[in-house]
């Protein structure tokens, strides 16, 4: 996987440039892509652009994705939907805003 646009003079579509360094930081980000790296799943895994790189096909994935998904399903549901929130939205704030949003969904659950 990469962002491989600059190779023909092109900048990465998409917002590309812009979540890749939201994810790996920006020294990394301005690395991969001024370069166009092609990386594969594990150096992925290392850097943390993906949580698990799994050897195998598909299916491997799969389970993996469902061993993740098992576990999810142990915890409270309405703390999970909460967190969601408060992660996902939270991630697009500033510092205080977010720890706001945090008090507003724990006050849900």
């Known amino acids: 996987m990469g962002l491989i646009e600059t190779k023909w003079s092109l900048l990465p579509g998409a917002g590309g440039s812009q979540r890749l360094a939201r994810v790996v930081g920006l020294p990394l980000a301005k690395e991969l892509i001024f370069t166009a790296r092609i990386i594969d799943g594990v150096e992925a895994e290392r850097i943390g652009l993906v949580n698990h790189a799994v050897n195998g096909d598909d299916e491997a994935a799969y389970q993996k994705a ?3 998904a098992r576990e999810i399903l142990t915890k409270g549901p309405l703390a999970i939907r909460a967190v969601k929130t408060a992660i996902s939205i939270g ?19």
């Open 91 to 109: 991630n697009e704030m500033d510092l205080a805003s977010g720890l706001r949003l945090e008090q507003q969904c724990y006050g849900r659950v």
């Open 66 to 68: 469902l061993e993740i």
